[in-house]
């Protein structure tokens, strides 16, 4: 996916950081959304009185493509950036 579809989709987006090396910039951005569940699922943010969960997904981008999808603060390993390239 390139980031012009992601910035399309995710208009919620907000930028986490970057970070510039050999292998050119990497940007990540988070999506967050919160959804209301009457009875508990595991998710880590659940407020429980409210019955609110909230999911936090990132996004990371080389070259502006998608490389990565995971939890929060999961950056691409040096093997990820290879195989990316």
């Known amino acids: 996916m390139s980031f012009d579809q992601f910035q399309s989709l995710f208009l919620q987006r907000i930028s986490r950081g970057a970070n510039k090396g050999d292998f ?31 999911v936090v997904t990132w996004f990371f981008f080389l070259n502006d493509q998608l490389i990565k999808v995971g939890e929060e603060d999961s950056w691409p390993s040096e093997a990820d950036l290879k195989a990316a390239r």
């Not at 940007?27 to 969960?53: C, K, L, P, Q, W």
């Open 24 to 54: 050119e910039t990497l940007i990540a951005y988070e999506v967050a959304y919160a959804y209301y569940s009457f009875a508990a699922t595991g998710a880590d943010r659940r407020n429980d009185f409210t019955g609110t969960e909230r």
